[in-house]
């Protein structure tokens, strides 16, 4: 069935290093893959996305390519701050209505 | 003006109670969702609504029953409580039910089972 992969957290940066976070799925269609980040009380909320193979979603910062070879959808940012902060979801989608989240992953960023 | 609204946000209750959390959205989709997140922030879906129209019911004890009374409404009615009902509860909703929708979501019912 399909499923999505996500690395373990918690995990503990200083401001302005690099982040990844590494997401791998499984999927019996071709999937639109999604980052979603939640903020301490709050709901999650749409980071990017990709549609297709080889598209690359971005957004404040952050960006994840759509590698079917691989098939992973890996977050990266290559300067943390304190507000980024939060629980980062992957999730995948291949008819809409049903949507796979990973486990989701903390992200601390420390001064 | 939020998108989409949740009450409420905290629920505290006793064990064998029913209780109801409501969910609307004002971004006119035709789609909205249910989903359960747990203290390890696993999040799983519950329901999915199209256009009033239960399209997804996964594994959940027929406790929990959800009412679309109209496409930008979806209420979550639980019946007889347990403890393990303890969760995070968000709504959710999207356009359609294309792959490629991105999900709007609620900012959760925290629901304490006591």
């Known amino acids: 069935g399909d499923s999505v992969t996500q690395m373990e957290g918690p995990v503990t940066l200083s401001e302005e290093a690099f982040l990844t976070i590494n997401c791998t799925y499984t999927?019996?269609?071709?999937?639109?893959l999604f980052w979603y980040v939640q903020y301490p009380g709050e709901g999650l909320q749409l980071l990017l996305k990709?549609?297709?193979?080889?598209d690359k979603g971005s957004n404040k910062g952050f960006e994840a390519t759509y590698r079917k070879e691989t098939t992973s959808f890996h977050l990266e940012k290559g300067s943390v701050q304190v507000s980024d902060s939060a629980v980062y979801f992957c999730?995948?989608?291949?008819?809409?209505?049903?949507?796979?989240f990973g486990t989701g992953t903390s992200l601390t960023v420390i001064p | 003006d939020t998108a989409v609204s949740q009450t409420p946000k905290y629920l505290v209750t006793q064990m064998g109670n029913d209780k109801s959390i409501k969910c609307e959205q004002n971004?006119?989709?035709?789609?909205m969702y249910w989903y359960k997140q747990d203290s390890k922030k696993f999040l799983k879906i519950m329901f999915s609504?199209?256009?009033?129209?239960?399209?997804i019911n996964e594994t959940v004890p027929n406790r929990f029953s959800p009412k679309s009374p109209d496409k930008a409404h979806l209420n979550l009615h639980i019946n007889s409580l347990e403890l393990g009902d303890s969760a995070v509860y968000f709504c959710?909703?999207?356009?359609?039910?294309?792959?490629?929708?991105?999900?709007?979501f609620g900012p959760g019912t925290r629901l304490t089972v006591l």
């Open positions: 999927a019996t269609g071709y999937p639109s």
């Open positions: 959710a909703s999207s356009q359609g039910g294309a792959g490629t929708d991105t999900q709007y």
């Open positions: 971004l006119g989709h035709d789609t």
């Open positions: 999730a995948l989608s291949v008819t809409g209505n049903q949507f796979y």
């Open positions: 609504y199209n256009n009033k129209e239960l399209i």
């Open positions: 990709a549609t297709k193979a080889d």
